[in-house]
């Protein structure tokens, strides 16, 4: 008997402003229509909910392999989200309160038959900088404060720290801080917005020269190659944006028992696809929203880390 094609809802930034070769989302848009996958495209402007039912104004999409011509958009149409069968919520953050209003119209829709990735409620209790505070056996000595004063005091005591927003990506407003930096104050009081909201400080790990590596794990299990984002001369920051080399490598020892430890954890919360940042032996971030990297390891080890993707999908469908 023919197997019926699966409807996909993709949401994510605009399709138009990617960057193809380096784009996790349209390697998962490619891989879903190389099986045959009937895609509705969605920005967050076109989800709504009426009557408590979640809806959407989606686009039909065609994609390419080709960085200068990936994508054609068809046809639009009114659709109930719980029509879908699976939706991948791929919008970048900033993760703001409407990001989480998103959540609750993909919560209407997971309740409607739809199998959201990642599942809505992990979206919003999956904090990627503070969701470390559950695994801190594994992660570097981490500070969550609204106070300056705090701040100051474990830069103190550690000699040099990293310090960040709670919501940021990319390598957004991430400063390395040494211990007698006359600029540690204005950077406590820009983060924190003078005591009115949380920031986070961790101790330094002098192994990011070697790279901040980002691992992917698929319900629950990593792919069994890294991609180390080594900084540039110029600047701390292991963020392909921020310029760093991206370099793949196979996971460590210590990578390996991190993934053990976290991957359960992610499996029974619905997370399908998650990307963690390790520097050294310790994790430091956990990204559940749109983790990348698929691209630039495929390329390197020859994979197909979008058809393990949709593998567990189509898993996760059946068993619905």
């Keep these: 008997m023919a197997v019926k094609p699966l409807k996909i809802g993709m949401i994510m930034d605009p399709i138009a402003s990617i960057t193809p070769k380096k784009d996790s989302s349209l390697a998962m848009l490619l891989e879903a229509q190389r099986r045959g996958a009937e895609i509705h495209y969605f920005e967050q402007h076109d989800l709504s909910m009426l009557s408590g039912k979640a809806m959407g104004s989606s686009t039909r999409l065609t994609v390419r392999d080709d960085d200068d011509d990936w994508f054609e958009l068809g046809a639009r149409q009114d659709i109930a989200l719980g029509e879908l069968d699976a939706i991948l919520m791929r ?24 199998l959201i990735v990642n599942k809505p409620q992990a979206l919003r209790d999956m904090n990627e900088k503070a969701y470390t505070a559950w695994f801190p056996d594994h992660t570097p000595l981490t500070l969550v404060t609204r106070s300056m004063a705090d701040m100051k005091a474990f830069l103190a005591k550690e000699g040099r720290a990293v310090v960040k927003p709670l919501d940021g990506m990319g390598g957004r407003s991430i400063f390395v801080v040494e211990n007698g930096d006359k600029n540690a104050n204005v950077i406590f009081e820009t983060l924190t917005d003078y005591g009115r909201q949380f920031a986070m400080a961790q101790a330094y790990i002098p192994e ?37 080399v991206a370099k793949g490598q196979e996971l460590s020892d210590a990578d390996r028992r991190i993934c053990d430890v976290i991957g359960p ?56």
């Design 91 to 114: 919008k970048d953050p900033p993760f703001d309160m409407e990001y989480i209003y998103t959540t609750y119209i993909l919560d209407r829709a997971e309740q409607a038959g739809a």
């Design 208 to 244: 990011i020269v070697a790279g901040d590596k980002r691992i992917l794990l698929i319900d629950g299990v990593a792919v069994p190659y890294a991609l180390a984002r080594i900084p540039t001369g110029d600047d701390n920051r292991g963020n392909m944006v921020a310029g760093a």
């Design 265 to 320: 954890v992610l499996r029974e919360h619905g997370v399908l696809f998650c990307g963690i940042d390790v520097i050294g032996d310790y994790m430091t971030e956990v990204n559940v929203t749109s983790p990348t990297g698929i691209r630039e390891l495929d390329r390197q080890f020859d994979l197909n880390i979008a058809g393990l993707m949709f593998d567990a999908i189509e898993n996760g469908i059946s068993a619905r």
